[in-house]
């Protein structure tokens, strides 16, 4: 059996992560038993959800356990398989965490699934055809619920998450507007993701500014928000939105570090009578294989084309994992792990 590069978590942040919240061991890969599938990682998701999990704090899911291997999305491919639907060389999606290998135990359910990489690139199933697209499709369909003419705005709009929403958005018929960080990710934004708008959040010092922004691009006011970032762009948005508007509360990665996120006019709540409704994807199983086939069909047809930034090798990832937290990556996070 292979040896097996590991990043585990050795120490919980004390306000914001570093690197040296990790560490990077190798380790023999156990020897397989009935129904268990070594699958060799190609890549590794990176996502903020992480940075909640490295806390030992209530929340939607337990805590990372220290001296574990990091959770984490991975895309595969089987190496040997004591599980009778699994053959080696089979494509596969999984959780085989921060490492180069896994053992799955396959009998259990969801722990492993098959893909088709014909049309769709094998790394797009970490991104727009994985989580982060299903999440997309969740938050707008389920819950903003948009009707054709709709205004409905997305915050980190160029990340997994935002470029997906943009192509199932306009593929309703909305007028759909992004709030991204800088000038390249705005042009990105609305020359290859299609958005009809977008509003670069770092030319904006206050809420305010950032509302009159919004108005701009938004005359007929805001129907439904899909929030992934918090603090000053919710404050902004809720300043724009209309009357019995949604809001689909994906992330609030401007909190991430722990410190408290509070609103400044949470009476436009009551004011506008909104619906405003946090979600976790993997709490929706049963919306994933419709929203994965729309998703397929979007990248197969050239409507959705994501952009993903790619670092190498394993040793990379707890840098490239800091880099996302900043906004640093463009689309989607990954790493590489395979030469």
């Not at 070594?38 to 903020?48: A, K, M, Y």
């Not at 060389?89 to 085989?96: E, P, Q, T």
């Not at 309703?172 to 390249?184: D, L, M």
């Not at 619906?275 to 397929?296: C, D, N, Q, R």
């Amino acid at each position: 059996m292979p040896t097996n590069q590991q990043v585990l978590l050795d120490n919980r942040p004390q306000g914001e992560a570093t690197v040296d919240n990790f560490k990077l061991v190798t380790t023999e890969t156990p020897a397989l038993t009935e129904n268990q599938v070594l699958v060799r990682h190609h890549f590794l998701s990176l996502d903020p959800y992480m940075r909640g999990r490295m806390n030992d704090s209530k929340s939607y899911a337990a805590s990372q356990p220290l001296g574990e291997v990091m959770i984490g999305g991975t895309v595969g491919e089987v190496v040997e398989s004591k599980h009778p639907k699994f053959q080696a060389g089979d494509k596969v999606v999984g959780m085989g965490g921060w490492q180069q290998y896994s053992v799955v135990d396959a009998a259990q359910p969801g722990a492993l699934r098959k893909v088709d990489t014909t049309h769709v690139p094998l790394s797009y199933y970490l991104g727009a055809v994985g989580m982060p697209g299903v999440t997309a499709w969740y938050g707008l369909v389920k819950i903003i619920n948009p009707k054709p003419g709709d205004t409905v705005v997305v915050s980190a709009a160029t990340g997994a998450v935002g470029s997906a929403f943009a192509a199932l958005a306009k593929a309703r018929g909305c007028h759909t507007v992004g709030i991204a960080g800088g000038p390249e990710k705005c042009k990105y934004a609305v020359e290859e993701l299609g958005f009809d708008a977008c509003i670069d959040y770092k030319l904006h010092k206050d809420m305010y500014s950032l509302a009159k922004a919004l108005k701009e691009v938004c005359p007929k006011g805001i129907d439904g928000y899909f929030e992934n970032v918090g603090g000053m762009v919710l404050d902004a948005v809720l300043l724009r939105m209309n009357a019995f508007g949604r809001i689909a509360v994906c992330g609030m990665i401007a909190g991430y570090d722990g410190q408290p996120l509070p609103l400044a006019n949470p009476a436009l709540i009551l004011v506008n009578r909104l619906k405003i409704e946090g979600f976790i994807v993997s709490e929706h199983m049963e919306v994933w294989p419709e929203a994965l086939t729309e998703l397929g069909t979007l990248v197969a047809t050239g409507k959705l084309r994501p952009r993903e930034t790619v670092a190498e090798g394993l040793a990379a990832a707890p840098e490239a994992f800091m880099g996302l937290l900043k906004g640093k990556n463009f689309g989607k996070q990954l790493v590489k792990l395979i030469p």
